[in-house]
């Protein structure tokens, strides 16, 4: 599975690996909206690779959970779904709006062996310092590179190069980013 070849999803150590990250993310969920101090816990049982300072507001569905690297100081808004039948990697300091989904399956296009329950996947590499605006949707196989924005709403369907700002379904590269062209905004 991890290496990208074709399996049947219906393995009884995946199903085990499977309901342990759903009881802990559950648990995560109760903790956090009873504001209990040990939530983060249930967390970093279900994600285990998760950076210091690394925040996932609930609700956080994943398939798995320990096929998920979370880089120092990201965070993540409510309603992050990180399918990680492959791996997952997330840079240091990233920024993702609400309802972000991370999708690593692959299901055959041809109906006979879809049918039969087999899939594959591959690997998603988010860089550090990436913005990954609410909605969007990055599918299998992609890197999107350091310092990138993705607009809302976008679906990612290649790779980005560094440096980019992406937007739309499919996601394009619209122009690329440096610090010469912030301008601060005037408060009122």
């Given at each position: ?18 309901a ?6 559950s ?9 209990e ?26 398939d ?38 991370l ?7 041809e109906?006979?062996p ?17 913005w ?15 310092d990138?924005v993705?607009?809302?709403?976008a ?18 590269v ?15």
């Open positions: 599975m991890l290496a990208g070849d074709w399996y049947v999803s219906d393995d009884p150590d995946s199903r085990r690996i499977a342990r990250a759903r009881r802990e993310l648990r995560y969920q109760r903790a956090f909206d009873e504001g101090p040990d939530a983060q816990a249930h967390l970093r049982a279900a994600i285990p690779h998760l950076g210091a300072g690394a925040i996932l507001l609930p609700p956080v569905r994943v798995y959970g320990e096929n998920i690297i979370v880089g120092e100081g990201s965070f993540a808004n409510y309603g992050l779904t990180a399918l990680d039948v492959a791996t997952i990697t997330i840079g240091v300091h990233c920024q993702f709006g609400p309802n972000v989904q999708l690593t399956p692959i299901h055959p296009l109906p006979t879809r049918r039969t329950g087999l899939e594959s996947a591959d690997p998603i590499v988010i860089g550090d310092n990436v990954l605006g609410g909605g969007v949707i990055v599918c299998p196989g992609v890197t999107i590179g350091d990138c993705i607009g809302a709403g679906v990612v369907t290649r790779d980005i190069p560094a440096r980019s700002l992406a937007v739309g379904s499919p996601a394009r619209i122009r690329t980013l440096d610090d010469s062209t912030f301008v601060p905004r005037r408060r009122s």
